[in-house]
């Protein structure tokens, strides 16, 4: 990993590491994105729902969810190989702790890890 990786991933590892000691959800933004004018109603809803959602992903999607195929109703569903970024998530100290305990080796970029480890939380 290069250098900005390890300190894009240090600052996420300690934001987690913050959310268990305040014993509460926490947002964590990164510091370049733009934000939209309906975001604060976005916050509104995950304060009410946080508990039991865990983890909310706060973000844009710039690809596309499903490509047309030449197939009537049809449409393929392309596999994200590259992490998507981490433009923004709400998260209990619940999942704070899986994401630490999947972290004990940082070997690739936090948001490989944010989007590959959900899955197996189980």
């Known amino acids: 990993m290069s250098g900005g990786e390890l300190g894009c991933y240090a600052s996420h590892?300690?934001?987690w590491q913050k959310?268990?000691?305040l014993h509460e959800p926490i947002v964590i933004l990164e510091d370049d994105i733009d934000l939209e004018s309906h975001f604060f109603?976005?916050?509104?809803?995950?304060?009410e729902h946080i508990e039991k959602l865990g983890y909310v992903r706060l973000m844009h999607l710039c690809e596309p969810?499903?490509?047309p195929t030449t197939t009537l109703k049809v449409a393929k569903?392309?596999?994200?190989?590259d992490g998507i970024g981490t433009q923004g998530y709400c998260l209990?100290?619940?999942?704070?702790?899986?994401?630490?305990?999947?972290?004990?080796k940082w070997v690739m970029p936090v948001d490989w890890?944010?989007?590959?480890?959900?899955?197996?939380?189980g």
Not at 113 to 121: E, I, K, P
């Open 77 to 81: 569903i392309p596999h994200l190989t």
């Open 65 to 67: 969810l499903k490509i």
């Open 41 to 47: 109603e976005s916050l509104d809803f995950l304060q």
């Open 92 to 104: 209990t100290p619940q999942v704070a702790r899986k994401f630490i305990k999947a972290s004990q």
């Open 13 to 15: 590892y300690s934001l």
């Open 19 to 21: 959310c268990i000691q």
């Open 113 to 121: 890890v944010m989007d590959n480890y959900l899955s197996a939380w």
